[in-house]
């Protein structure tokens, strides 16, 4: 046999090993920072609005239930939106960088909506 599957022993299918697999949006250095954290006056002013903002941020946004839980009040878990061709250096530092400004913001939102 030649190829990958030759030298590698955790090929799909091992009778020993089993099957090996990773969800796509997990490939590359599959660092994900997260932060959950307070975001009421983002939470006011719409969740559409903090998705845009995360997006131009290179972040993701999330409910404290996971990707799929769903939001629960104001609590968002904030994480970078990439994983692959970034160092895990660069890729705490958008989510730290970002998640400042997105509490920057919430606070002026906030004060916006009277809060």
């Known amino acids: 046999s030649s190829g990958i599957n030759a030298e590698w022993p955790l090929r799909p299918g091992d009778e020993k090993y089993g099957y090996v697999h990773s969800c796509p949006t997990n490939l590359g250095t599959g660092m994900r920072a997260s932060v959950h954290i307070d975001l009421p006056g983002w939470t006011k002013e719409g969740v559409d609005k903090l998705k845009a903002k995360c997006e131009e941020l290179s972040l993701q946004p999330r409910g404290t239930r996971g990707e799929s839980g769903g ?10 939106k990439h994983r692959l061709g970034y160092s895990e250096v660069q890729l705490v530092q958008t989510m730290i960088d970002g998640v400042n400004k997105l509490y920057e913001i919430d606070l002026e939102l906030q004060k916006k909506h009277g809060m």
């Open 71 to 80: 939001q629960t009040g104001h609590t968002y878990d904030i994480s970078n």
